[in-house]
Structure formats: C-alpha cells, structure tokens
C-alpha cells in the first residue's frame, strides 16, 4: 500500500448524494483516516433528495413531520454527531466534513470548532461576507448580517478521528424548513416563522454570489495555508459506505434509535 | 407513570427528559440537540439514574449523574448535570 503523507489533505471536491451515503461515507472515511489507509479529509456536498437529518440525540418523533416529509420526498436521517434538527435543501445549501486524526487538531472540543469555523469564516470572507464564530457551534453575519446564523455544524470523535460537519445556507426558505420540523408548542406558526427570520440569514440575503461562487470560496477558506490536493474515494471506502448505507442508515434501528 | 419535562438552556441547548417511574425510577431518556461525548455513552447517565427512590432530594440525582459522568469521562456540551437533574424531577410533576 502507498504511504499517506498526514501532513497533506484530500479533498472531495463538491458532489451530490443522498443522505444516506452521505452520513455512510463520513463513516467509511473515518474508519480509513483512522486506519491510515486515507489522508486528512476535506469535503464539501449536496443532498439530493433534499433531506432532514436529526442530531444523535434527539427523538425523531419529537422533531420530524415524518408524513410531511414523506409527501414531500424528503429524505429523513440521524447523524452520527449531536446538535439539532437540520433542514438540507439542495438548492440552499453547501455542506462540507472535516476528517482529522484528533492528534493533528486542538485536543479542547471548543477550541477545535474555533479552528474549523474559522476556515467558514475565511471562506465568506472569499466571497465578501463578514462572519464569526458564535460558540458553541454556530457562525453569525455580522456588520449587514445582523448577527443572524448562517452555518451550523457538529463534531463527534471516534477512534482518535475528529468528524465537524456544518452546513452553510445560500438560501434558506423558513416556512418550508418549518412544514417538515415538528416547532413544539407555539400555536401561531407565522409568529415563530417570523422570530426565525430574525435569527437566521443565507448568502443570497447579503450578497449576489451564486452558490458555485459560494464553493469556490469555502474551497479557498478551508485549504488556506494547508498542503494539500483534490483527491477521489477509495474504492474501500466506497465499498464499505454501501454497507453502511444498508447496515446503518436506512435502518429503523438507527433512524428511531430515540 | 410516565413523565416529561423539557428545558432549555440559556446559552446552551435545549434538553428533554422522559422518564418512567413508579416509587423508584424505571427508566429515563434524555434527548434534545446537545452534545455528549462519547455519544453512545449517554446510555450510562440514563442508566445511573434507574433505581433511584422519586421522593429522593435533587442532591441524590445531580451526583448520581455527576458520578456518572466523572467515571465515564463523558463531556456534556449545551446542558449541565444540574440541567439533567433539574428537567428529571420537572418531569415527575408533569405525569
């Protein structure tokens, strides 16, 4: 087998899946960068269908219009890292996977988020949005963007492997994202869509990028100062995320684990 | 009985207990869009509460939980014990 060189980094260029493989393939990299059988991973991605994903702790029933989003051909999966309920539109949104040996990233949970949202913040800088690290887990707009969110995102570490995954909104539709996701006990849902839109904001309200401009920022955000080089999936890391997919994440078991 | 109470964090996140309870806690579950680490660890916290008399004082509850989390080396983020203990007895009043 060829040597890894750990100091580089592969990325996964931008590409499209479903939910399923694409929580199956963060596992199957995980196990890889664990293993040494792959570099340090960047990744960037989409999610065709359009799919909600739930943190791992969070009950599925409490949080998922399930039939809404059946009706609507919305994929519904948990993820492997906490946090919350996530709307992944595949119009609206790009989301990217951090896959680091935890020994080649700040030990402190807090200050590894510090680090990677600092890479979202540089990259919207690229495109000329001014952002911070809100912590725990979320990057605001601030000046125009009023402190609103712009990116959430999650970590789980497993095996010595650090996994952040977050998503940065282009474009967010508020009454769509609310008619999939159960919005607990307020009655008035114009009221609660209203306070959403007060905290949440996307690319496309601040700035005229397209979304494939959005990319090519975050691209530049994330390798800024690393070694690194485009690279493909393994064809074992391929081959074991197909399992995962069947074994893992289409199953019952996992999906209303709570 | 069954029993839910759901809080949420200022600053943090937000944290819903269900429980089932007799006289002694038969089970509890505890979900919500915090952090854990190690996630599949959660089960410990949920388990070291089973047994525990209801009428107990909070002070029983916070260091079972907080013994749990010292021996298991889990890190909460977004909830503390004091949240996890606080929501459990909320969720006996609830039933």
């Known amino acids: ?258 | 009985m069954n029993g839910v109470a759901t809080k949420k964090v200022i600053g943090g996140k937000l944290l819903r207990v269900k429980s089932v309870f007799g006289e002694r806690i038969e089970s509890v579950q505890l979900t919500g869009d915090f952090f854990l680490h190690p996630e599949d660890l959660v089960s410990r916290v949920e388990e070291a509460l089973v047994g525990i008399p209801v009428a107990s004082s909070a002070d029983i509850f916070l260091e079972a939980i907080r013994r749990s989390v010292s021996e298991h080396g889990i890190q909460l983020i977004g909830i503390a014990p004091e949240d996890i203990a606080s929501t459990l007895l909320e969720s006996f009043r609830t039933s």
């Open chain 1, 1 to 258: 087998m060829a040597s890894i060189n750990h100091s580089q980094w592969r990325v996964i260029g931008l590409e499209t899946h479903d939910a399923f493989m694409n929580m199956a393939l963060d596992e199957a990299c995980s196990e890889a960068v664990a293993s040494g059988a792959s570099a340090p991973t960047i990744r960037f991605y989409q999610w065709k269908p359009s799919a909600v994903s739930i943190g791992y702790f969070q009950s599925l029933e409490d949080e998922v219009a399930v039939s809404k989003c059946v009706d609507a051909g919305v994929d519904i999966i948990r993820r492997r890292t906490g946090g919350g309920a996530v709307y992944h539109d595949f119009d609206g949104e790009i989301t990217y996977s951090i896959l680091a040996p935890e020994n080649i990233m700040p030990s402190g949970i807090t200050e590894s988020y510090h680090l990677i949202c600092g890479w979202i913040v540089d990259g919207l800088r690229e495109i000329g949005i001014e952002s911070e690290f809100k912590p725990i887990n979320d990057i605001i707009a601030v000046g125009a963007g009023g402190g609103k969110k712009i990116s959430g995102n999650a970590q789980t570490r497993r095996n010595g492997v650090l996994l952040q995954h977050g998503t940065i909104l282009h474009d967010v539709d508020v009454r769509k994202m609310f008619s999939l996701l159960k919005v607990g006990q307020e009655k008035i849902a114009d009221k609660m869509i209203a306070a959403v839109e007060e905290r949440v904001t996307c690319v496309k309200r601040l700035s005229s990028v397209t979304k494939d401009e959005l990319y090519e920022g975050l691209l530049k955000g994330f390798t800024k100062g690393k070694e690194w080089e485009f690279g493909t999936w393994s064809a074992g890391e391929l081959e074991r995320a197909k399992k995962l997919v069947v074994e893992r994440y289409r199953t019952d078991d996992w999906g209303w684990m709570r």
